[in-house]
Each structure stands twice: as C-alpha cells, then as structure tokens.
C-alpha cells in the first residue's frame, strides 16, 4: 500500500477498476449482500440497471484500497492539488458559536480522504472501531492521525462529549446495522424496518453541539476528490429521538443518492430485524 501511493492517480483508479471486477468475481457472498442491498432500497430499478450499478460499485471498492493509501500517505501538498471543499465555512462558524460539530457522514467508498481533506484546513476528533489485528490498527491510527487531533473508539461516548464540549469536531456515522441491543426500526429508502441508532441526538444534547451533513466524492474522471459540508441542522435535535433518527436517515438517503456507485453496499445494513423470528432479508 505504501509503494502504491508513489503511482499517479489515473494509474491506481485503473489498477482499482480491475481489482474491484476481480473481487466481484471472487467473493461471491459481498457480490450477493451488495446485489440485494440494492434491490431492497430500489425495488423499481430494473434488474439490468441493478447489475450495472453493482458492477460499478466493486470498481469503486477497488478504487477506494487507493484511497485509503492515498490518505494515509500522501503528503498535504499532493492532497491539495487532488481536492475541492465546499462548505468550511459553516463549520468555522459554528466552533466560532462556541458550539461542537458533529458531521453527519455515511460510509461513502472515500471516506477516509474525506477526512484528509477535511483535516487541510480544520483537524477534528476521529470516531472509529479499533482493528483486531494489530498491524492494521497500527496503519490506520497512524494514517487517520495525520488529519485528525486524536481517536475515539464509537463505544467512549464519554470523550466523544468531552470533545464537543472544547469544541472540537467529530464525525459521526449512522447508517450501518449495529444490532439490536441500541437500535430503533424506522424506514430507510424502501425498507420499513431498517435497525437505526439515535446516538446522534444523544450526542448533540450532551456534548452542546450541532449536525452538519458531510458528503466526500471521488471525481468521475479520477482526477481528485470533492467534499461538501452543509449548514447546520435546525431544531436538532428535537423533541423526540426517533423523529430525529427518521430526519437523520432522509439526510442519508440524499447523501447516498448523489453516488450511488460509490457508498458501501457491501455491508449487510438489513441483517436485524424486528423480531428474532423474523426471516431474514438476505436468504
């Protein structure tokens, strides 16, 4: 991965595309998740175009193991001539309110440049899920800290508060399944009962802080990467978590549907269901 990041960009997206087609080849079951993710939120999309979009997608996988490459090493100056940012000035803002911002992102494809890029101009608090094995773990602390202040584990609801309340910046994702135990089952596209967590409100009225959708993209032609940061939520949160968590996931709908190609299907989001006697989504 290190060696990798010395090629330029159009070369890796190549390399990319062709390792996405193969994954898509090998690993059956994530072709099988991704294929049925995307029937189950776009039931009226015909099936030639179902294909194409999952096809599409493992290119864009394939794309984003350079990505991360790149975030993690690329020097600031090479991310500055790859980047546009819209936005930043909400976030400045909104720190100058003396308020925290927690940017509502999804699990787009290049996510982690998104936070590189971000870190350009305004270094924040990174939430994210130490890895098992301890090289990775070591890789991805030492990639994502060149960008960001410090890490929290998504479980330190305590130091994640903490660092609202400084104000600092945190990025905060809700659109994965995350079981049963802190889940509410709301709609998301057109699954009914999607399992939806309602951190996002807890945080917001314990750490004193507002919600800015965030959105990263990978350019159509390869050349770079495009970020954009929304105006801060109105009245978020409300008067009730779970209207907050259906308002949170209308955001994650429109997020997603400016590329769909490039946001992680790949991941069982409808794995939980209501009832454990329910049949499963994915049989």
């Known amino acids: 991965m290190r060696l990798t990041q010395l090629l330029p960009l159009r070369v890796q997206m190549k390399m990319g595309t062709a390792l996405g087609?193969?994954?898509?080849?090998?690993?059956?079951?994530?072709?099988k998740t991704a294929r049925r993710n995307l029937e189950?939120?776009?039931?009226?999309?015909?099936?030639?175009?179902?294909?194409?979009?999952?096809?599409?997608n493992f290119e864009e996988t394939g794309k984003a193991i350079f990505d991360t490459a790149n975030a993690w090493w690329w020097s600031d100056e090479k991310i500055q001539q790859h980047m546009t940012i819209k936005g930043q000035e909400h976030v400045q803002q909104t720190l100058d309110?003396?308020?925290g911002v927690i940017l509502f992102a999804v699990h787009c494809l290049p996510l982690e440049m998104g936070a590189r890029i971000f870190g350009q101009f305004?270094?924040?608090?990174?939430?994210?899920?130490?890895?098992n094995n301890p090289l990775m773990e070591y890789l991805q602390v030492k990639g994502r800290l060149r960008s960001n202040k410090a890490l929290v584990p998504k479980r330190d609801l305590r130091q994640m508060v903490r660092s609202?309340?400084?104000p600092n910046v945190i990025w905060y994702t809700a659109d994965q399944d995350f079981g049963r135990s802190s889940a509410i089952f709301i709609p998301f596209f057109n699954v009914p009962d999607a399992a939806t967590i309602t951190g996002?409100?807890?945080l917001a009225k314990l750490g004193k802080a507002k919600v800015l959708p965030f959105f990263v993209e990978?350019?159509?032609d390869d050349t770079g990467y495009n970020i954009e940061i929304q105006p801060a939520l109105d009245n978020f949160p409300g008067e009730n978590e779970v209207e907050d968590a259906k308002r949170g996931n209308k955001i994650i709908e429109e997020i997603i549907s400016r590329n769909k190609s490039q946001y992680m299907w790949l991941h069982r989001r409808f794995k939980t269901r209501p009832n454990k006697s329910d049949v499963s989504l994915y049989k």
């Open 218 to 220: 990978r350019n159509s």
């Open 164 to 166: 609202l309340r400084a």
């Open 122 to 131: 305004q270094p924040g608090v990174g939430v994210y899920r130490p890895h």
């Open 200 to 202: 996002a409100t807890t």
């Open 40 to 56: 189950l939120c776009f039931p009226d999309m015909p099936n030639s175009e179902v294909e194409q979009l999952l096809k599409r």
């Open 97 to 99: 309110d003396g308020q």
């Open 21 to 31: 087609r193969l994954g898509m080849k090998l690993i059956g079951s994530r072709a």
